[in-house]
């Protein structure tokens, strides 16, 4: 049997599009000889819905493209996920469900029974689980047709279950001989190489064929990264879709062609690769999906700023993206000459607007306030914000989106002023460490220097007062970074952090600074996930709370 694995983007509650978008496929995917074709998770409405699943005119529209679906289709199935309503109350008023369509009408609903409530994934809120799992027979063939999450919790991959039931094997055990998932499964640094090991352990483990449709695109935080995929019974990958843009694969699972490979041969990109692919498909999509065309960011000459300049000209084109240097009379000549250089090397439009008159017009009107007081962070931070409010009127006037340019590191330890540089509608690289911005960018520059190389070399540093560098207020980004990545990926100890050989010194002051820097965090910009563990949807700590590791 050929499938079709529609590997698409769908935008949340455009269900005109997404229906358009989805029909083309299917006719596309007939054409070309298909026999069944899947389209992902809760496709129609897009992914996550969230709280647009408590409106009842959300859930109305939803089902009325899937009538408009089920109408455009005719002999060969058709199976898209989209949200039903739960018709067997008491329980949750919606399943996350799936329909097989055929010849203009809905052949098959089933139900998804494993609902994800960790990390990002709040499924539990709002969906009842299904009550039990049926296979479904076509053409002769017994099919196991699974959603997302249900083929997530293999006994014999997992060292740890989360659910006590595995729908893949229960279908198993009902004679199933070939299993299929729809998926929305979200993207961070590896996720596609564990997705991969687990399917083919899935299939090798039930001696079945597998076929995976998975979603693409990204949505507010979330990156969905493809790799749809076609497993034969021994674990082979017969196919897999491209990663971090739309694809269709027609593919027989059970005969595999000569260039099939396994998990093992398979040569993926370079991490740094897959990084910015993800976050030009996540800026790009943020931005259109938002109805807007165009971006501004701030260009200070140095890393940051350049790499987050570097994913928007790939994501929207260089004639949409605006570079604003903005000096103060603590920029170095050489920040300026950095940034104009990036600008240019990236084809940019590059504006300069010097800060020092509307620094010096404010601290002149603090002056009475602050008198015989030393000089801190408040005239400091004067900088910052007059920075943000720059940018923001370029926002207004000009229609164009401001994007931040903070780094994860600087927003654990609160090393970023709110309303300054955290000013803007999307945080590109708020979940890259400084080490991972360094070596992403890095990699922009493989074939030719984009981003200059004193950019690359240079001490980073805010300069907002003279000869600063970010090692005045932090450690060095390597042992810095490793104390986050224990600390907030991990949810390590301040003990166990301490007995990796870190000075406790050092990690006390990390691990506080992390704990007061909280009420910033809750009001920046979203950012991009790319971490298994990001600030942000999927981490809720309080801020008024006293605990401390």
């Known amino acids: 049997m050929k499938f079709a694995l529609l590997q698409l983007n769908s935008t949340i509650g455009d269900f005109g599009a997404n229906v358009s978008r989805l029909v083309e496929s299917y006719h596309q995917a007939c054409r070309a000889g298909a026999d069944f074709v899947l389209a992902p998770e809760l496709y129609l409405c897009g992914y996550p819905p969230r709280d647009l699943l408590l409106r ?39 399943r ?3 329909a097989v369509l055929q010849n203009g009408s809905t052949l098959r609903k089933l139900n998804k029974s494993l609902l994800p409530s960790y990390d990002v994934f709040d499924e539990a809120r709002y969906f009842e689980p299904a009550s039990e799992v049926t296979v479904f027979r076509y053409q002769n063939r017994t099919l196991g047709i699974t959603i997302c999450e249900d083929i997530w919790n293999d006994a014999d991959f997992w060292p740890e279950r989360l659910y006590r039931s595995d729908p893949v094997r229960d279908l198993i055990s009902q004679g199933a001989d070939l299993i299929v998932n729809l998926s929305a499964s979200p993207w961070h640094q590896g996720k596609e190489r564990t997705r991969l090991a687990m399917l083919r352990k899935v299939a090798m483990d039930e001696k079945v064929p597998l076929v995976q449709v998975n979603l693409v695109g990204a949505n507010d935080e979330l990156i969905f990264d493809g790799h749809s995929v076609a497993v ?29 490979f396994t998990g093992d041969e398979w040569s993926w990109p370079a991490p740094e690769e897959h990084l910015f692919r993800a976050l030009s498909l996540g800026v790009g999509d943020y931005v259109r999906k938002c109805g807007f065309k165009s971006v501004v ?22 004639g949409n993206v605006m570079g604003v240097a903005m000096p103060s009379r603590f920029s170095s ?30 601290e002149g009107q603090l002056h009475g306030l602050f008198q015989g007081l030393a000089r801190n962070e408040a005239e400091e931070n004067i900088q910052s914000r007059v920075r943000g409010a720059i940018l923001m009127a370029l926002s207004n006037k000009f229609g164009s989106l401001v994007l931040t340019t903070g780094n994860k590191s600087e927003l654990a330890v609160g090393y970023c002023t709110l309303y300054g540089d955290m000013c803007g509608a999307l945080a590109v690289i708020a979940d ?6 360094y070596r992403v960018s890095r990699w922009v520059n493989r074939d030719r220097i984009i981003i200059p190389e004193e950019t690359l070399t240079k001490p980073p540093s ?11 207020s932090l450690p060095e980004y390597e042992v810095l970074d490793a104390i986050l990545s224990a600390y907030v990926v991990e949810d390590r100890s301040r003990e166990e952090i301490i007995g990796r050989g870190f000075d406790p010194g050092i990690v ?42």
Do not use: W
Not at 232 to 258: H, N, Q, S, Y
Not at 539 to 549: E, G, K, L, M, N
């Open 56 to 94: 009842p005119d959300f859930i109305r529209r939803n089902l009325e493209a899937l009538d408009q679906a089920a109408s455009a289709t005719g002999e060969v199935p058709l199976c898209v996920g989209y949200v039903d309503r739960n018709s067997t109350l008491p329980g949750k008023p919606l």
């Open 432 to 437: 890259l460490l400084k080490t991972e911005v």
């Open 297 to 318: 960011c701030g260009l200070s000459g140095g890393i940051d700023s350049a790499l987050t300049a570097a994913v928007a000209v790939d994501a929207l084109g260089a």
């Open 333 to 362: 000549e050489g920040s300026v000459q950095d940034a104009q250089a990036l600008a240019s090397n990236l084809g940019i439009r590059y504006e300069k607007i010097p800060i020092q008159p509307a620094v010096e017009a404010m």
């Open 508 to 549: 006390a002051d990390v691990l506080n600074k992390v704990t007061f820097s909280e009420y910033k965090r809750r009001q920046a910009a979203p950012g991009l996930k790319v971490s298994a563990r990001a600030f942000g949807m999927g981490r809720r700590v309080p801020i008024a709370q006293r605990f401390r590791t």
């Open 96 to 98: 996350n469900a799936a």
């Open 232 to 260: 034969a019974r021994d674990g082979a990958v017969v196919a897999m879709g491209k990663g971090f843009c739309e694809d269709l694969l027609i593919v027989d699972p059970e005969a595999p062609e000569d260039g099939s």
């Open 462 to 472: 805010a300069e907002l007062r003279p000869d600063q560098t970010d090692q005045d």
